[in-house]
């Protein structure tokens, strides 16, 4: 397992309960985090013997607590303490905050609108237990307090 993975966000050791035991571990290249840039968009796998078990996603949106930014994490999660709305269900989690940024030029590709970042992490096969969902919660407390901190968000971890 490598000892950090994801920008930085995550350690191998911290993600490991979520995984298969396998004979090679292999990171998909990273993109640069950001999602106020040129793409609206960036994730990170960690493929176990060729196989995606861990994604981690994160999405520039325009709506964001309250809305149907993910409906079937709504629908099927649990509501979990992570951004300004987050839920974990079987095998992943997902959050929403919104991130303030007024030092970003804005324009049609990056109206004021566009202030949301949707989080959400994937664990392929993961045990359906109640530990893997708390781990689950603790990566997703993680990875708001990363991306608050990288976006460079407005009161920001």
């Known amino acids: 397992m490598p000892k950090s ?9 911290s993600v490991a309960p979520l995984l298969p035991h396998g004979g090679k571990a292999e990171l998909s290249k990273d993109r640069p985090f950001d ?9 990170c796998s960690l493929f176990i013997d060729g196989d995606a078990r861990f994604i981690a996603f994160a999405e520039r949106r325009r709506s964001g607590k309250g809305t149907e930014w993910n409906g079937w994490a709504r629908s099927r999660g649990t ?3 992570a951004g300004d709305e987050a839920f974990v ?19 049609d590709v990056l109206p004021k609108s566009a202030k949301y970042v ?5 664990a392929n096969r993961a045990p359906e237990t109640p530990e893997s ?3 689950l919660t603790s990566l997703m407390q993680r990875y708001v307090a990363f991306a608050k901190r990288e976006l460079k968000c407005a009161g920001g971890a």
């Open 5 to 13: 993975m994801c920008w930085g966000a995550f350690t191998g050791t």
């Open 79 to 81: 509501r979990i303490d």
């Open 35 to 43: 999602v106020f840039g040129a793409r609206a968009s960036t994730y």
């Open 89 to 107: 269900w079987d095998g992943g989690a997902g959050s929403v905050f919104q991130c303030e940024r007024p030092d970003l030029p804005r324009s």
């Open 118 to 122: 949707e989080l959400t992490l994937t």
């Open 133 to 135: 969902r708390k781990t």
